[in-house]
């Protein structure tokens, strides 16, 4: 369900891209001959004015047919001053540039929506929840999922106290009680330096968190976090797009689409709110990878009509054809690629969100 759920919600950020496209075609007088839920082949389909509208057979994101995308194309008599070729190129720009801009607009508003109905308040517990290799709990034999129930028989409930404790007794030996499994144990551990601060002591253990209700924000506030995100997380992607070509790291952190329902589908179990900022974030990056220079993607296209407006001309078909066999083969690579790391994630250790 949390699968089904999650391609829900990716389809209609296509969709709303897609809106974006028709839209605009519409505002300028271009005419728009197909608004499809989902891609063709269509399930229903009825004609509304000049538009068919309809449910295609392909339950993801939505497709846009303008007249006269390609020069090529032939076009019905009296109609020619109506197909996409025949407006100035600004106006074919902003057409194209509008489904990237939707997208953009859906993620400020998802942002918003996230801060205004409140961020997501966590508590921490006395979960182990990550152990540090080499540390004194690893050599102690903590494991993630234990609960620390005292150390040297202070009890408390609250991880800071122990935190604390722990911090004030670098280099000693302190004895441990857990629970693990029902069963409680005592362990010897050795507390050993914080490397950022040699003068306190650290055991090498994170504690769990727990949801503790939400902290609605005042709308100006939210509003202000929420563009403070979209310029902060279009450089992030800016940066991981660098890293792709770069840095090995960078290429496999890469997902596929299996990749980010899989990830978008366990938010939701983390929280409605968390969804709702993944969706953002998901709507951003759908933007920026759009914007992109390369056919044929948004970009691509929005770069080929500014040549043209340099130049003069037309630029030729065969041109066209083969700079999108470079995109479409790039686009190839990082998919199988992206591909790869999502299987290698499903057969080892899951995609580690609730973990």
Do not use: C
């Not at 670098?170 to 009680?177: D, G, I, L």
């Not at 940066?239 to 938010?267: M, Y």
């Amino acid at each position: 369900m949390l699968i089904f759920i999650s391609i829900v919600g990716i389809g209609l950020l296509i969709l709303f891209h897609e809106s974006g496209h028709f839209l605009a075609a519409k505002a300028f007088g271009m005419k728009a001959e197909k608004f499809y839920l989902g891609f063709p082949p269509a399930l229903v389909k009825r004609k509304m004015g000049e538009t068919e509208y309809g449910v295609g057979f392909i339950p993801l994101g939505g497709y846009v047919k303008i007249m006269g995308m390609t020069r090529e194309e032939e076009i019905p008599a009296g109609e020619e001053q109506r197909a996409y070729y025949s407006q100035p190129v600004w106006q074919r720009i902003m057409t194209i540039a509008a489904g990237p801009l939707m997208n953009v607009f859906l993620a400020g508003l998802l942002f918003f929506v996230f801060y205004y109905q409140g961020v997501p308040n966590y508590r921490p517990n006395t979960t182990v929840a990550q152990v540090v290799s080499g540390s004194g709990a690893q050599n102690a034999g903590i494991r993630p999922g234990d609960k620390i129930l005292a150390v040297d028989g202070v009890k408390s409930g609250d991880p800071e106290a122990m935190r604390t404790f722990l911090q004030q007794h670098p280099e000693q030996k302190v004895t441990v009680a857990i629970e693990r499994g029902g069963r409680q144990m005592v362990l010897k551990a050795t507390v050993g330096r914080n490397p950022g601060d040699a003068s306190q002591g650290q055991l090498g253990i994170g504690f769990g968190e727990d949801l503790a209700g939400t902290l609605p924000m005042p709308v100006f506030q939210a509003g202000k976090d929420a563009v403070s995100d979209l310029g902060f997380i279009t450089k992030e992607v800016f940066i991981a797009i660098k890293n792709i070509f770069i840095s090995e790291q960078g290429r496999s952190q890469l997902s596929s689409p299996i990749g980010i329902v899989a990830v978008s589908s366990e938010t939701i179990s983390l929280g409605w709110g968390i969804y709702i900022r993944v969706l953002g974030l998901i709507s951003l990056q759908l933007a920026i990878f759009n914007l992109l220079p390369l056919l044929p993607l948004d970009g691509g296209h929005v770069l080929f009509n500014l040549i043209e407006k340099i130049k003069g001309s037309p630029i030729r078909r065969e041109t066209f054809e083969r700079v999108s066999i470079i995109g479409l083969t790039l686009f190839a690579f990082l998919f199988i690629m992206g591909l790869m790391n999502d299987i290698q994630k499903l057969l080892g250790h899951g995609f580690g969100l609730n973990h």
